[in-house]
């Protein structure tokens, strides 16, 4: 059984550039979300992705879009890149299956920083 | 504003030690309170979760406390070992279908040492 798996795991970029970050959800789960972490803080919430759809939003602005294909795996992508998005990106993985079995998985995330 | 706020930001503790990380929440709408667990490079791992019908969860080494009327819970690693030297993070969710989106706190730096 294979984890949560995101690439790349380090990459720069400059301001007001796109990034698309992908994630490959674990084996037997139907539902991804991703979580932003600055450093020295807890992850933050910004979507999930359930059947393709989007399944609930954080507090992020429209320039934070994400894709979820039929394979369960994601992207989410940034446009207009700013200095504050600079953080570790996290993708989790879970089972939509029943009333308090949605446990997240982890990846190992993807680092940005905006230069 | 911070849903979840978590103390204290850093701990020292010597082997075979307990220390305590604690958190505490306004929104009483809340239902579901996990633990994770994070090592530098990795990502956050679920360590253990409780919900406000119970005020104490163990699982082997880790206990939570959950104290509904003060809108506080706390996380105690009995026996500490070098091992468990990791961030420890406090999170909650609302809704039997969200446990899975959840609002973390700011996180507790253990260390352990021999």
């Known amino acids: 059984e294979t984890g949560v798996t995101q690439s790349p795991t380090h990459l720069i970029k400059t301001r007001g550039q796109q990034v698309t970050l992908r994630c490959s959800s674990q084996?037997?789960?139907?539902?991804v979300s991703w979580y932003q972490q600055a450093l020295g803080q807890g992850p933050q919430f910004i979507f999930q992705?359930?059947?393709?759809?989007?399944?609930g939003r954080g507090n992020f602005p429209p320039r934070f879009s994400g894709l979820q294909f039929p394979n369960y795996s994601s992207e989410l992508n940034v446009n207009a890149l700013e200095l504050d998005d600079s953080a570790l990106y996290l993708c989790?993985?879970?089972?939509?299956?029943?009333?308090?079995?949605?446990?997240?998985?982890f990846g190992a995330g993807s680092r940005l920083t905006v230069l | 504003q911070q849903q979840v706020k978590q103390s204290p930001q850093s701990l020292i503790v010597q082997k075979g030690g307990i220390p305590i990380i604690n958190c505490a929440y306004e929104n009483t709408a809340f239902d579901y309170f996990p633990w994770y667990q994070q090592f530098p490079g990795k990502g956050p791992a679920l360590l253990i979760a409780?919900?406000?019908?119970?005020s104490e969860k163990k699982e082997g080494r880790f206990t939570i406390s959950f104290n509904k009327s003060a809108k506080q819970f706390s996380l105690h690693i009995m026996d500490s070992q070098p091992g468990d030297s990791a961030t420890y993070f406090c999170a909650a969710s609302i809704g039997a279908y969200n446990t899975d989106k959840l609002i973390f706190g700011t996180g507790t730096r253990l260390q352990v040492f021999p």
């Open positions: 992705y359930y059947r393709e759809e989007e399944n």
């Open positions: 084996s037997g789960h139907n539902t």
């Open positions: 989790a993985s879970s089972a939509y299956t029943s009333p308090g079995a949605n446990v997240l998985t």
């Open positions: 409780i919900r406000p019908d119970v």
